[in-house]
T-cell receptor, first 111, second 113 residues
């Protein structure tokens, strides 16, 4: 079964609005990563947050991590039509280098 | 774009056939991981190769096999293809000595008829 589950499965917003996606996971992690995928193409790494970190920023992206609740959120501020894509969280377990992906959130940003 | 390349881009096979997919790693990376992504799903880990040795395997049958070459490029081989093998196959390269990001190629879309 999937380690991570994203919520919501799909999100539609207007350009300029903020988009928030959530990810829950089941077991202890080394780090959690967010990736973006445009229509069935390769994944692009967005941001990595380690288990001892609570918040990270990268441009218009803000990621939080709550290890007590085993959850993370990705916030995209001032969204653009070009942000339309699927977003996946992926966890890395201790002593493992593989990524375990959730099922993704499909984001549509309407111009 | 990452420096990871995959070939071919698309492939159509019939049930029972065999297929080989190829991946070239980003320069300086010694680890390649392969993932299978069914339509509408997240990628599923198949296996990882580090310095030409298999370094971990997901829940895939033995008909999924791989190789890594001295230049760290890699192949994924699938024997006795089944309809459910239709998917996007992604490879990702990384430096295994850290828990950092993986760099993904554009994928190979495999259709099994």
């Amino acid at each position: 079964s999937q380690q991570g589950e994203e919520d919501p499965q799909a999100l539609s917003i207007q350009e300029g609005e903020n988009a928030t996606m959530n990810c829950s996971y089941k077991t202890s992690i080394n780090n959690l990563q967010w990736y973006r995928q445009n229509s069935g193409r390769g994944l692009v790494h967005l941001i990595l947050i380690r288990s001892n970190e609570r918040e990270k920023h990268s441009g218009r992206l803000r990621v939080t991590l709550d290890t007590s609740k085993k959850s993370s959120s990705l916030l995209i501020t001032a969204s653009r039509a070009a942000d339309t894509a699927s977003y996946f969280c992926a966890t890395v377990l201790p002593s493992s280098y593989k990524l375990i992906f959730g099922s993704g959130t499909r984001l549509l940003v309407r111009p | 774009e990452t420096g990871v390349t995959q070939s071919p881009t698309h492939l159509i096979k019939t049930r029972g056939q065999q297929v080989t997919l190829r991946c070239s790693s980003q320069s300086g990376h010694n680890t390649v991981s392969w993932y299978q992504q069914a339509l509408g799903q997240g990628p599923q880990f198949i296996f990882q190769y580090y310095r030409e040795e298999e370094n971990g395997r997901g829940n895939f049958p033995p008909r999924f096999s791989g190789l890594q070459f001295p230049n760290y490029s890699s192949e994924l081989n699938v024997n006795a293809l089944e309809l459910d093998d239709s998917a996007l196959y992604l490879c990702a390269s990384s430096i295994q000595t850290s828990y950092n990001e993986q760099f993904f190629g554009p994928g190979t879309r495999l259709t099994v008829l």
